[in-house]
Structure formats: structure tokens, C-alpha cells
């Protein structure tokens, strides 16, 4: 097992696994930027190192320098955490090279899976069901047409390096597919780096499922079925749950073992997440393989009672996995509310600024995971994440009850934050029946 390990990210990620090595008896080096210089989470690890300006170009983002520091802390292994150089397959190339470990999938697989376009056509080789659309990367506005044509309309332009929700925009005719064309690879070429644009038919109201899966490096892979993501804003998770209310059990069976299948076709180990959606007929389409832990990984944490991120570790030092998918049972359900400091009222614009005051929810079945506390700063340069609350109770009923009650416990003052739209969503009686999809927020509830 290592000795020593650098936390290559911020924020909650970083406490999370800062406390996960605690528990396992390893020691920490954390990274800083500037801004984050006063992060109480720093006083939790073993070393802290600061890496550069408040930019995450020049600080999280600079491969040089997270390398350097891995050096100078003298540590076995980096966990890159979520966002920033976690699904950067050159950087998990850059650690190998130097001989330092890095808690994730192969260099290899990363760069196959990373890239959605030849994930999808990985999918399809592992007889994934993948939804209608281009046959590899579009390269002209003639050929999108004829695709568009081909499957249909409404079709979605992605980019193949998007992630975060951005880059995909929806074309309903011949003539916005004709001007979204350009725009989506110039756009896409601006904010990834890579031009590269795809096709998929627009599945009109679906619910987004997930697949939590992992693996060691001796061949085994286990899935610890879905999440359900459905509760989100411009493609970006709100809410999610686990386990998926309203999906058949044929249907949650296919979805876990075609997760299973696609991670074993690509010789994939670590934790990752198998990403789909399913149609208003219940038909389910793989949609990108996200090579990395994930922000909503607490929620299959809860009703499995599996830890992942010291799973993570521990197979990334080489052990074999502790249980086998018989062991791996969901138990009651599980919701994660994700805290942002933004303006639901204006648009979810960020908010940064002091946090004067904050009070946080507790009791039976809560749990918050959140690196922030009343003085903090919310700097203007990063995810706007502040903290995850997330309940565990015996039955979905129970679970929205003490979310609804935790939300209202929740105190933050001096900067907006999402906590009032959940309590709105919670309330609804749509969601209560689970009668949404991922529109449901965007068409009811912010007109
Ligand atoms: P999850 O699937 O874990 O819910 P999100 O889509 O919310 O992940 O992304 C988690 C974090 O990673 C966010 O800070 C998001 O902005 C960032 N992120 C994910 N993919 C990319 C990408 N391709 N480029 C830049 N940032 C990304
Ligand atoms: P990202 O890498 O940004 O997470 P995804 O491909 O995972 O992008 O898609 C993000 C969200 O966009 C999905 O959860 C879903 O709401 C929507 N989406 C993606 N593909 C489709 C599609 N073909 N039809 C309808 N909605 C889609
Ligand atoms: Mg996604």
C-alpha cells in the first residue's frame, strides 16, 4: 500500500480523499493555488504545497508543477480527483513516466474512453447500445446534413472532447444544423482544444442513468448499479439518487452488465462511470464513459456501504478488489442535493464572495460533505461546488422528507446558493412521483 500520496485537486474533492488516506493510516501532500492558500483542509494533510497563481491554467492545470510537487513531497501516488488533470490522459502518461502512481485507469484507456466519439465506437464494438447517430466525427456541414437526415430530427452536435455539460447544441432543421455546425466546432475548438464534432439524435425527454463500476488490475470488474441524474440544468446534475426510481429491473440488469462489458472491452480498472440515457419507452443508449470518480459518488457509497475512493486507492496500489458483485447490494435510497454558491433566480450565475455565516445539517441518515465553513471565501475561479448533502434513508419517501428537512437546517450566509431550487424541486409533485426527466427543471420550474 503507498506510504504517501498527493491530492491533485480542491475544495471537497480534496477533503474527501485527504480523509479517506487518514482512515487508511496515509499520509497526505496537498496542492494550492494562491487563492486557496487559507483552506482549512489544509491543515489536514501531512504537507501542503502552493503551485501557482489563482488560474487554474497556471496552478491545478499545470502538469510541470503538480509533477514537481509530487517530487518535493516525496509521495508514491497522485489522486486527481474530479475536473482539472483527472481525465488528462498525457498527465497519467506524465506520472508513469516518472514512475509515480497515479489512482486512476491506465494512460491507454483514459485516452480511448476520454475522447467521446471513439467511446461510442468502443460501445458499439462491445454491443452497447449507442444512440442513433454519426458514424465517427462529422467533418463538414454537408456530411451533419446528411446524417441529420438519416436519424432525424431533432439531432444534438457534440463535441468530442466536451465535458461539464458544455458542448452540445440541438439543431430541429436543415437550416440551424446548417449555422450551429461552424459555431459548435470553433466553439468546441476554444474551449477544449479539439474541434472535433459528432452527431447523436436528440432523445426528446429522457432520464440520465448511470453506472458506478470498478476494477482492480487482475481482470475483475464490478458494477454497483445506477444513479439516477435525471434533476438538472443545461445538461448539469442537480439532483441525483440511487437507486433509479421508475426503471425496470430487466431494464437496471442490461444497463449494470453493458457497463460491465464496455469497462472489461476496454481493459479498465479504477472506478468509473458508465453514463446513458433511457428514452420515455425505456429503451437505454450509452451516451460517454467518465474515467474518474465522480462528484455524485456518495449517493452508491450510501445504499452500497462501499467506500470508493478507499476502494480507488486500494486497487490502485495493486490489491485485489475485497468483494465480488454478489456482494454488492442496494440498500434503501440514497440522495445527493448539490450545493453550488450561484443564483438560481438569475440564471445560476456564480456568486462568489465571503460566506458570513454557515450552519450545517446533521442527524440520523446526513451526511455533508463540504470543505466550507462560516469566513470562508468562495473564490471567483473555480466549480462554484460548495458542498454535497446527501440522505440515506430506508425508502425514496423517507429520503426526500430528510432532505427537505436538512436543506431547511442548511444555513449559508452572504452568498446565494442552489438550496433554495432544491427545496422547490422537493416540493414538486412531479418529482415526488418521479414523473421527470432531464427537461423536467428547465420546463417547470424556471419557465
Ligand atoms: P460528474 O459527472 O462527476 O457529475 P461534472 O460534469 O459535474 O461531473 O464535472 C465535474 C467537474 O469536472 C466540474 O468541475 C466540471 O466543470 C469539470 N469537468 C468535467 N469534464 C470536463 C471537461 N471536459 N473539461 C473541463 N472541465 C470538466
Ligand atoms: P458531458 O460530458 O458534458 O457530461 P454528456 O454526453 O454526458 O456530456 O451529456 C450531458 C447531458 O446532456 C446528459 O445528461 C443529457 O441530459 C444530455 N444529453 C446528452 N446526449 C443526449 C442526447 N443524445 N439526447 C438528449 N439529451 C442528451
Ligand atoms: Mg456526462
Keep these: 500500500m503507498f506510504k504517501r500520496i498527493l491530492v491533485a485537486n480542491r475544495g471537497e474533492i480534496a477533503l474527501r480523499v485527504i480523509r479517506a488516506c487518514r482512515e487508511l493510516g496515509i499520509e497526505t501532500v496537498a496542492i494550492c493555488s494562491e487563492a486557496d492558500r487559507d483552506a482549512s483542509y489544509l491543515e489536514l494533510a501531512d504537507e ?16 510541470d508543477r503538480v509533477i514537481s510537487a509530487a517530487e518535493i513531497g516525496n509521495v508514491q501516488a497522485i489522486h486527481p480527483g474530479y475536473g ?41 464494438k462491445a454491443n452497447v447500445p449507442c444512440v442513433p447517430g454519426s458514424d465517427g466525427l462529422v467533418a463538414s456541414e454537408q456530411e451533419a446534413l446528411e446524417v441529420a437526415r438519416k436519424i432525424g430530427y431533432p439531432v444534438l452536435l457534440k463535441a468530442t472532447a466536451g465535458g461539464g455539460g458544455r458542448g452540445m447544441r440541438v439543431a430541429s432543421n436543415d437550416l440551424t444544423l446548417q449555422s450551429a455546425f461552424q459555431q459548435a466546432a470553433t ?17 426528446e425527454r429522457p432520464r440520465h442513468v448511470e453506472v458506478q463500476i470498478i476494477g482492480d488490475m487482475h481482470g475483475n470488474v464490478v458494477h454497483l448499479w445506477e444513479r439516477d441524474c435525471s434533476t438538472q ?38 472506478t468509473g462511470t458508465v453514463e446513458f440515457i433511457v428514452d420515455q419507452e425505456g429503451n437505454f443508449y450509452f451516451i460517454e464513459l467518465n474515467s474518474r470518480i465522480q462528484v455524485e459518488h456518495p449517493v452508491t457509497e450510501m445504499v452500497t456501504g462501499i467506500d470508493l475512493i478507499k476502494a480507488q486507492i486500494r486497487v ?41 455565516k454557515m450552519i450545517v445539517p446533521g442527524g440520523f441518515g446526513v451526511r455533508f460533505d463540504s470543505h466550507v465553513s462560516s469566513g470562508y471565501v468562495v473564490p471567483p475561479h473555480y466549480d462554484s461546488l460548495i458542498g454535497k448533502l ?4 430506508p425508502t ?12 431547511k437546517e442548511l444555513r449559508v450566509e452572504g452568498v446565494k446558493t442552489t438550496v433554495p431550487i432544491h427545496l422547490e424541486i422537493l416540493s414538486h409533485s412531479a418529482f415526488h412521483d418521479s414523473q421527470i426527466d432531464t427537461t423536467f427543471v428547465e420546463r417547470t420550474l424556471l419557465g
Design 316 to 356: 490502485a496500489a495493486g490489491e485485489p478488489l475485497g468483494f465480488s458483485q454478489d456482494d454488492i447490494v442496494q440498500r434503501g435510497h440514497a440522495i445527493e442535493c448539490r450545493i453550488n454558491a450561484e443564483d438560481p433566480a438569475h440564471g445560476f450565475r456564480p456568486c462568489p464572495g465571503r460566506i458570513e
Design 233 to 270: 440544468r443545461r445538461h448539469q446534475k442537480l439532483i441525483e439518487e440511487s437507486p433509479s426510481p421508475r426503471l425496470a429491473q430487466a431494464t437496471r440488469e442490461a444497463m449494470c452488465e453493458a457497463a460491465v462489458r464496455l469497462a472489461k472491452t476496454a481493459g479498465y480498472y479504477s
Design 390 to 393: 446527501i440522505v440515506h434513508q
Design 187 to 203: 466553439e468546441a475548438q476554444a474551449a477544449f482544444g479539439n474541434a472535433g464534432i459528432y452527431l447523436e439524435k436528440y432523445v
Design 84 to 124: 482539472f488533470l483527472s481525465e488528462n490522459s498525457h498527465f497519467a502518461e506524465v506520472c508513469r513516466s516518472c514512475d509515480i502512481g497515479f489512482i486512476g485507469p491506465t494512460p491507454e484507456a483514459m485516452a480511448q474512453l476520454g475522447d467521446k466519439n471513439s467511446a461510442r465506437t468502443l460501445a458499439m
Design 396 to 407: 425514496r419517501r423517507e429520503a426526500i422528507e430528510t432532505m427537505q428537512r436538512a436543506l
Design 48 to 63: 501542503a504545497i502552493c503551485v501557482g497563481p489563482a488560474r487554474a491554467a497556471d496552478s491545478y492545470l499545470r502538469i
